[in-house]
């Protein structure tokens, strides 16, 4: 079920052999439709005058030819719909399909479809009804079907008889079908007879925007939620916090807010437009590092070293003050994100990244060792620390998640087992191989700096991805680098998150952004709902995109 919100609350063949051979295989795991006898289905081949018309060809009093044969009408057997993500399975059938119209209208069987239904009815220019029992020409009905033992973002779309049934175990499942419906009629296209059965490979299916370095506006951010809907993805994260810029209004801490920032009306308003799209939007508060925001407005909880040296945006977790300041910030953006997921950051600890971290920060190493016995590090000392803060967020009824670096070798102290590994990078100190995680139990998110990042200014060799590679070369098994887990981990991996980091925020501006994303978000999109090799080819599918905006 989503997160955000409780109830109240492959691709087109050419060849016709082809598309029945692909309907099969995938409807060994997903379940076929019974239709009627393809020589004559409902709505499609054989219209009454036809019928007259063959009775009284072959009535006695017919002997004599009409001189100008009576009109006759058939339909192919229906393609495959073209879709981003594309469909994983779909039976066909003979028939007109559905194409909207004025005066048709959406009906639900349960109110709690109303977001789902209304959306609908408004992007088709159809009228909607709500909850009706009665069936007419050219109706599209929604409906929940509990007790089905599907999945919960999973959907039927039946295109049969002039109508449009889309049903699902959950309604995220429902709003999934209403954006293939869109997709499927888009520019005046016709939604293909027959029934499509469709669901997700990955439960999170995510975008990660780096708004702390670079200022967004709501609107803009409002434009990608609508974007990321129709292509199901269902996490939008949110950093919003790092040395450039803390980007969300404080109530707790208003002296630490960026002049250019959102205010909570603004988040709420994105966050509410998200939900209705089933999607959940993570927030992101990066500690012990990345916090020099924080520290500008208290230079007091600065790390220093015993030479005097201020490491940017580093914390001194050895001081109770910095523990307080990030919890009360914790604890103050938890009913703005009601959403169960909470990335803690953790990434690039600067006081673990020199030689000697002990020697280096003394203060440290004297704190870890009163915290942990005389065996303790500055290591034990910042994974405790992700802890309390992951203690914190629990206890808001969160779910923590922490980036790769975050998690150190050799500590008497552990990672809460709970905490999710967001996976970005082989090439920080230190950082392990996926498998150490997965072969741990741990559960893992794929943010594979490789293929899904997109970092402004291109720094460190990091090229902006048109999306080609990860069509071709990506799945969420690829985790590091360019090889592949083992297939025994896939359940572990949840799925990934295409990111925008703003390393030098001011190489491309918010439209140049919205246009460099475009075709990489449509490449994670496919592989995160279906990693196998995609129907189309490159040329193909980035073409299917620019047809459908």
Not at 410 to 418: L, N
């Amino acid at each position: 079920m989503s997160q955000h919100r409780k109830r109240p609350e492959k691709q087109t063949r050419g060849l016709i052999a082809g598309a029945v051979a692909v309907t099969v295989v995938a409807g060994v795991g997903l379940g076929l439709w019974a239709g009627n006898d393809d020589s004559a289905p409902a709505g499609s081949a054989r219209t009454q005058p036809q019928a007259q018309a063959e009775q009284r060809s072959t009535s006695p009093s017919a002997a004599a030819p009409s001189p100008t044969p009576s009109p006759t009408r058939s339909y192919p057997l229906s393609t495959t719909p073209r879709t981003i993500p594309a469909v994983r399975a779909h039976t066909p059938a003979r028939g007109p399909g559905w194409r909207p119209a004025a005066g048709l209208r959406v009906v639900v069987n349960d109110a709690g479809l109303a977001d789902e239904g209304r959306l609908v009815a408004g992007e088709l220019g159809l009228t909607y009804a709500g909850k009706k029992d009665d069936v007419r020409a050219g109706d599209v009905r929604l409906a929940v079907e509990h007790g089905k033992g599907a999945a919960p973002e999973s959907y039927r779309m039946t295109v049969r008889g002039g109508r449009v049934d889309i049903s699902g175990p959950d309604d995220a499942g429902v709003f999934y079908g209403t954006r293939t419906l869109k997709q499927e009629v888009h520019g005046g296209g016709t939604a293909p007879e027959g029934v499509v059965r469709d669901q997700p490979a990955k439960p999170v299916r995510g975008f990660f925007l780096d708004m702390a370095r670079k200022s967004f506006t709501a609107g803009w951010i409002e434009d990608r939620v609508r974007e990321l809907g129709d292509l199901k993805y269902n996490r939008l994260q949110l950093h919003f916090s790092d040395d450039q810029g803390f980007r969300i209004a404080s109530d707790t801490h208003p002296e630490i807010v960026s002049e250019q920032h959102l205010t909570k009306a603004q988040v709420r308003k994105i966050v509410a437009l998200a939900a209705q799209r089933h999607i959940t939007v993570v927030p992101e508060i990066d500690s012990p590092g990345h916090l020099g925001a924080v520290i500008a407005a208290h230079p007091e909880l600065q790390l220093r070293s015993a030479a005097g040296n201020t490491p940017q945006g580093t914390i001194d977790i050895s001081k109770p003050a910095a523990a307080a300041m990030v919890d009360d910030l914790l604890k103050e953006y938890a009913d703005l994100f009601p959403g169960a997921d909470w990335h803690l950051g953790g990434d690039e600890y600067r006081a673990l990244m020199v030689s000697n971290p002990a020697a280096t920060y003394p203060q440290l190493a004297t704190a870890a060792r009163k915290a942990y016995g005389a065996g303790g590090t500055v290591a034990d000392l910042t994974t405790g620390w992700l802890n309390d803060r992951a203690d914190t967020v629990r206890a808001a009824g969160k779910t923590p998640l922490a980036w790769n670096d975050g998690f150190f070798r050799g500590t008497s102290v552990r990672p809460a087992g709970d905490i999710r590994v967001a996976y970005w990078t082989g090439k920080e100190i230190g950082a392990r191989q996926p498998v150490e995680y997965l072969s741990a139990g741990r559960k893992v998110v794929n943010y594979n700096d490789e293929f899904l990042y997109y970092v402004l200014g291109q720094p460190n060799k990091f090229f902006y991805p048109r999306g080609q590679r990860i069509y071709e070369q990506w799945t969420p098994r690829v985790v590091r680098g360019t090889t592949a887990v083992s297939s025994t981990y896939d359940g572990q991996i949840l799925g990934g998150y295409f990111a925008v980091w703003c390393d030098f925020p001011n190489a491309q501006t918010q439209a140049q952004v919205a246009a460099g994303v475009r075709m990489p978000l449509r490449a994670t999109a496919q592989k995160l709902w279906d990693p196998g090799k995609p129907a189309l080819t490159w040329t193909q599918f980035k073409a299917l995109g620019d047809r459908l905006g």
